[in-house]
């Protein structure tokens, strides 16, 4: 239970504002002591943070005070959704850039957007539907190999810089890298910034780490997974040797979590439990707890 002041700065209130909202539309009914001070609890204070946010975004406070918590919440998320709308256009735009060797204003409009967007936001619609773009444009022939590299090490310098700027306050629980004869990493990278977001504690080692190499980094820093990309279909083969390697050579009880197109076949051959094909950051997130 808080009194008004606390529950004021916990919700990111005023306790003028709090008082108002209370007294003019009932956003909140507060218990009250045995002397009758108000008292909020913490669903209160959480109801109070979310009316906060909502009225930042233009809602009046009069037009929220009678809705429920639910109510409250799917207005944030389609918040979410609709705030960014401008984002579509912007792969498109940067691609344009590169075809015409523009890596000034393509670098730009990267930066602005890894500045500005939400982690979640960047990666589902700037990111992913860049690399998505890459390949239909090198397919059908509108990319030269030369503009693809480009983007790759543009996007491998800036998605990179993003994932160096984490807090090192503890020890990296999960650890990302390809295995050696795998060198794209540009998914790795997405899935260690996913994991980052969710809450992981989180080491980036890059591509090409021979098994030994990465179990005795694990050994040294009691991680609690490791997190591997595998893309190319040619190195499926040895991608399976490798990974049977790391399993004997690996600490017990650390998982072994395969990502990329040869994943789901990987983990299947392997029919190893602590080997799985994983596709959700959130699963890796979870390790690290």
Known sequence: MFPVKAAAELSGLTPETLRAWERRHAAVVPHRDDKGRRLYDSAMVERLARLHRLTDRGHPIRDLAALADDALDRLLEEGRHTAYGGVEALPERMLDAI??????????????????????????????????????????????????????????????????????????????????????????????????????????????????????????????????SSVDPAQARSALQDLQLLHEVLPQGVAVCVGGANARYLAEALGIARVRAVSDATELARHAA
């Open 99 to 228: 075809a015409e060797y523009q890596v000034d204003v393509f670098d730009r409009d990267l930066a602005v957007a890894i500045t500005t967007l939400p982690l979640p936001v960047l990666m589902a619609r700037v990111v992913t539907p860049l690399l998505r773009e890459v390949g239909v444009r090198w397919a059908d022939g509108r990319l030269a190999i030369a503009q693809e590299r480009l983007v790759s090490s543009l996007l491998r310098a800036r998605l990179l810089s993003v994932l160096n700027q984490q807090a090192r306050g503890s020890r990296p629980r999960v650890l990302f890298a390809t295995l050696p004869g795998e060198r794209h990493e540009l998914g790795l990278i997405g899935a260690a910034l996913h994991a980052y977001e969710a809450g992981a504690p989180v080491l980036y080692l890059g591509t090409e780490l021979p098994a030994r190499e990465l179990a005795r980094v694990a050994e040294r820093l009691g991680a609690a997974a490791v997190a591997i």
